[in-house]
Structures are given as C-alpha cells and as structure tokens.
Nanobody, 120 residues
Framework: QLQASGGGLVQAGGSLRLSCAAS????????MGWFRQAPGKDRENVAA????????KYADSVKGRFTISRDNDMNAVYLQMNNLKPEDTAVYYC???????????????WGQGTQVTVSS
C-alpha cells in the first residue's frame, strides 16, 4: 500500500514536502512516481525516479521547482515542491511500477492522494 501525506494549503511562492510511505513491499523493487489531478483535468505525471534514484524525470511544468527523491532504507519517496503556483493545486498521488515496461505503458500501482491547494 502507498500512502501520500504532507499536502495542505500554502500561498503562492511557498513550499511543501510530500511524503509517500509504502507498506507490504520494499519500494526498492519499484520505480516511483508522483502524479497529480486537478478538477476537470487529466492526471499528470509530474515526477518519476528510478529504482536506485540515479535517474529522475520531471514534467516541464514543474522543472526547476519540484524535486523527487527516495529513501529505500526508510521505504519512502518524497516530493519537495518549491515556488508553488496556483496552477499546482491538485490531488497528488504517489505510484509504483515494478518494471521499465510498466513505466513505459503507464501501468502503475496507485496509492491514496493528498490535497495541495495553492492560493494566489
């Protein structure tokens, strides 16, 4: 199971750090990602990180502002979000994919989300 936490209400320009705690299986077995979905919009993959953490990818909309990281010893994944904008408002989900094929096909295991609201 994956459980995201750390969301909340923040003013534009502020920061939040999201955490994703995993139970049942070690996150080291999975590529991990953060997704978000705003009302009326499609789900967006904002960041992803490889099994070892050596490779990260970001959506253009968050590059330079968000940082994904993982701590396999703690069985957790994080998303540091800086310089937040009102358009970052969404429910954020962490997800896991066991193989690179699953990543390419968009086949992720989903956890519960956490709401992030950025006020202008």
């Amino acid at each position: 199971q994956l459980q995201a936490s750390g969301g909340g209400l923040v003013q534009a320009g502020g920061s939040l750090r999201l955490s994703c705690a995993a139970s049942g299986r070690p996150v080291s077995n999975y590529a991990m990602g953060w997704f978000r979905q705003a009302p009326g919009k499609d789900r967006e993959n904002v960041a992803a990180i490889s099994w070892s953490g050596s490779t990260t990818k970001y959506a253009d909309s968050v590059k330079g502002r968000f940082t994904i990281s993982r701590d396999n010893d703690m069985n957790a994944v994080y998303l540091q979000m800086n310089n937040l904008k009102p358009e970052d408002t969404a429910v954020y989900y962490c997800a896991a994919a066991p193989t690179s094929t699953d990543v390419q096909r968009g086949q992720w295991y989903w956890g519960q989300g956490t709401q992030v609201t950025v006020s202008s």
